[in-house]
């Protein structure tokens, strides 16, 4: 999580929250946490910016208050940030009570979803518990999901959030034109991956998704596409380096493909057809960003994807063709996907300026796995790339 001293951010999304509050005419959003180190709450960087141990409340109302319920020897930690707080020893019971009252809500948002992880990060058993704490009480019974609470909070970046993810995308992008330089053609797929490691080790960066995994790498035609881990080929000539990656720094991700064309004698240049193939990919990809505006729904973002790419004669890709980046690589709310029953209600809801979104899909061809995966930032009446666009092959000197 974010420092305790990072006050700016949270006072950017405490306020955001409340407007998203009142927009909705939700009385209040209520997130009820505990050991948190244990069973992480997605919300809580937004809100306090530290780990909790004790039983802790947190409650923003749509009038623009927000405050803590928490354990007395957190508290301090809280008031730096600006919240009313609260502090108990025993019990939360009567200060949130208390607390409650004073607001008055109908109805009281808490953090369960059956579809976006991001808005789930109440357990089962912290629900129990709010539910008996409010039983007898007159907030019996009002007690809703915060899917699209947090689905607005989480998804629109704050001013400092779309600087921190701007800076993600900007190293993500120097450590490939680094590599680039540095790759030689005894290197495995391991090592691809080591060296991206010992770089962000170097500069104190962690990665978007598991470190593991985290660049994804496949050399050329004979490696097995998909969330692998990398092995010990080496890219022959004539092939294409696959590369999925992304760094995390100061909390905010970066995600984006690659792709890189080792040159061979019979061909020095990428032969035409793995050009036309490259060209096909880059046009489904914006076939689908154009469609990317506020309003939209996700699905038929992915529907021009998916659309472009078979009239081109490829079969379709088997994932959603884009996803929110924000804390994390995959950062939950509206996705830009198919109405799969594996991904729920996601790709209904609508695109909102200040999101942002990757714009990704790739084929199988004899050469490698031809993926691009980009990042855009939704505006007014659009997008605007956060990545700088791949817009033909990078060739890799032998």
């Given amino acids: 999580m974010s420092s305790v001293t990072d006050t700016d951010l949270i006072a950017e999304k405490t306020e955001q929250a409340s407007d998203v509050l009142a927009d909705r005419d939700v009385d209040c959003w209520l997130t009820f946490c505990r050991e948190t180190t244990e069973i992480s709450e997605p919300n809580l960087p937004y809100l306090l910016g530290f780990d909790v ?33 609260y502090p108990y020893d025993e019990s939360l019971e009567e ?24 808005a789930d990060g109440l357990t089962h058993g912290m629900y129990l518990r709010l539910r008996d704490l409010l039983e007898g009480t007159p907030h019996e019974g009002s007690l809703t999901s915060a899917e699209e609470v947090v689905s607005a909070v989480r998804g629109v970046k704050s ?11 900007a190293t993500t992008e120097s ?126 973002v992915d529907d021009a994807a998916r659309e472009e790419l078979t009239g081109r004669g490829w079969p379709e890709y088997e994932h959603a063709f884009g996803h929110q980046v ?18 729920g209600t996601a790709p209904e809801g609508e695109i909102r300026a200040g999101e942002i979104y990757t714009v990704e899909l790739g084929v199988d061809t004899e050469w490698g796995y031809l993926g691009l995966e980009e990042m855009v930032l939704v505006t007014d009446d659009g997008t605007e790339w956060l990545t700088e666009p791949q817009e033909e092959l990078w060739e890799l000197s032998a």
């Avoid at 009038?63 to 707080?85: C, F, K, T, Y």
Wanted: aromatic residues 8%; charged residues 30%.
């Fill in 159 to 169: 001013p400092i959030e779309r600087e921190r993810v701007e800076q993600a995308v």
């Fill in 175 to 300: 450590l490939f034109d680094e590599m680039t330089d540095r790759w030689t053609p005894d290197w495995t797929e391991s090592d691809v991956s080591d060296w991206f490691h010992a770089r962000m080790d170097e500069r104190g960066l962690g990665s978007a998704w598991s470190w593991d995994y985290c660049p994804t790498v496949h050399a050329g035609g004979e490696s097995e596409v998909g969330h692998t881990l990398p092995g010990d080929l080496t890219l022959p000539p004539g092939e294409v380096l696959h590369l999925d990656f992304g760094v995390k720094q100061d909390g905010y991700s970066a995600d984006v493909q690659r792709l890189f064309y080792r040159p061979s004698d019979e061909h020095p240049e990428p032969p035409a057809e793995l050009r036309a193939a490259f060209a096909d990919v880059r046009a489904a990809i914006e076939a689908g960003r154009e469609r990317i505006a506020p309003g939209v729904q996700g699905y038929e």
């Fill in 95 to 118: 200060p949130l009570l208390n607390l409650l009252d004073d607001i008055d809500p109908d109805e009281i948002a808490v953090n369960y979803s059956r579809d976006d992880t991001s």
């Fill in 326 to 343: 924000g804390r994390n690589a995959h950062d939950g709310g509206t996705l830009l996907g198919p109405r799969w029953d594996r991904y």
């Fill in 53 to 85: 141990v004790w039983p802790t409340a947190v409650v923003i109302s749509k009038d623009g208050r927000s405050a803590v319920v928490i354990g007395r020897h957190d508290a301090p930690n809280a008031r730096e940030l600006g919240h009313e707080v």
